[in-house]
């Protein structure tokens, strides 16, 4: 961009900025990346958001080499996300994982500080405007590194089910969850899966919240409450909480494109996202009893739910009603006893879902002594044999 035309218009009286921005002589990609290159004799202006300062230090004769650098680094980081865009585009659907790969994010806004308080960090969006980067704070203050990544576990989770669904997130992971036709019935079902960890959690919703629903809420602390929308009601009930943050996701569903990016040191790990087509139909009953269609449901809800809790996972379920959980555990068993303790009395009748095969068959003997009574998991163990006899002594449908 050539803004000496545009800093001799700007520097005459009465003129508007409209008049003065129709003296920039703008050139492509090639161009900038072209006077970026010869920054230290070129001034080369790809955000309008300079356009002031730099016009009236060119009228000043005040540029200094630290400006002349700052505007270079600005439009080659304009142009490299530009090229990325594009690369994406061209880029082969049946190809994930190219020899060579750029990715494009714009920074959204500052946080106050990352995981820990010494910590710097950004919200950077991938351009998509989907997922937890397209949501509209609606009320309170802005968001911190820790509340994004429970926001975005929340949006995750109901944005998985069909039916309505309710779920409160500690953590990133899922402490409560139901689902139910009447919303605050689910409300008061994913509250009560673990009413001591809802505090100060994030509540989420995939329908519209309702006021009833809302005041249900207003008995608890939460950071967020996330919903596609509000009705007006709600809002008045919900806004009465100063520090309550109130994000809106519209009709976003969830973001199931793209490549899953984990940073390790000196690279990447990327993966395809975590979305698998199947249905009940598909499953194969290993042990004797088949599971009835009551044992059935549950698995179906347990199965979706046991995906979003950290491994190794594992969930009790009952009445399309998260009752117990386990997660991030060393060993296996070790969370079955955790989701068995924390699901207490209702652990009695629970269908239980692991988010990978049993090594032995101690786990279901710790899910059968709290009283569960059907099992879901992936299998493949070399000690299938074993657990799949340990189901059938125990009289457990898996």
């Keep these: 961009v050539n803004l000496y035309p545009f800093a001799e218009t700007v520097a005459k009286p009465d003129v ?25 004799s070129v001034l080369v202006v790809v955000d309008p958001e300079d356009y002031s300062w730099v016009a009236a230090k060119i009228i000043e004769g005040t540029v200094t080499f630290e400006d002349r650098r700052n505007l270079a680094f600005k439009a080659f980081q304009h142009v490299a996300v530009y090229d990325s865009l594009i690369s994406d585009y061209l880029q082969d659907p049946n190809d994930n994982f190219p020899d060579k790969t750029t990715f494009a994010y714009s920074k959204l ?13 950004a919200f950077y969006s991938d351009l998509t405007n ?19 990544l429970d926001a975005d576990a929340a949006w995750r989770v109901v944005s998985h089910f069909d039916v309505a ?34 505090f100060g959690g994030i ?14 809420m207003s008995k608890t602390f939460y950071e967020i409450v996330i919903a596609p929308d509000y009705d007006e009601e709600a809002l008045t009930i919900l806004t009465k909480k100063r520090d309550l943050r109130i994000l809106s996701l519209g009709d976003d569903k969830g973001n199931n494109d793209g490549l899953e990016i984990r940073q390790v040191s ?28 009551e044992e059935l449901t549950d698995m179906v809800f ?97």
């Design 16 to 40: 508007t900025l409209e008049e003065a921005l129709e003296n920039i002589d703008i050139g492509g990609p090639t161009m900038i990346r072209a006077a970026a290159k010869n920054f230290t």
């Design 109 to 121: 806004y500052d946080l106050r500080y990352g995981e820990n308080p010494h910590q710097k960090a």
């Design 130 to 148: 989907a997922g937890i980067a397209s949501a509209r704070l609606l009320h309170g203050k802005e968001l911190s590194y820790n509340n994004i």
């Design 165 to 198: 669904a309710v779920a409160v997130i500690k953590h990133t992971n899922t402490c409560g969850l139901a689902c139910h036709d009447d919303q605050v019935e689910a409300y008061e079902r994913a509250f009560a899966g673990d009413p001591v960890s809802a």
């Design 203 to 216: 509540v989420a919703f995939n329908r519209k919240l309702s006021a009833d629903t809302a005041l249900a």
């Design 266 to 293: 000196g690279g990447i790990l990327l993966q395809t996202q975590d979305t698998l087509t199947e249905y009940p139909g598909m499953w194969e009953v290993v042990s004797e009893r088949k599971p009835t269609n």
């Design 302 to 398: 347990a199965w979706k739910a046991v995906k979003h809790i950290k491994s190794n996972a594992i969930v009790l379920v009952k009445g399309n009603m998260l009752v117990g959980m386990g997660a991030g555990q060393p060993n296996r068993v070790n969370s079955v006893h955790l989701a068995v303790k924390a699901a207490g009395n209702s652990s009695s009748g629970a269908v239980l879902a692991s988010d990978a095969f049993f090594p032995f068959p101690d786990g279901l003997e710790a899910g059968a002594a709290g009283g569960v009574t059907a099992v879901i998991q992936p299998g493949g163990s070399i000690r299938d044999k074993e657990v799949i006899e340990a189901a059938n002594k125990l009289g457990l449908a898996m």
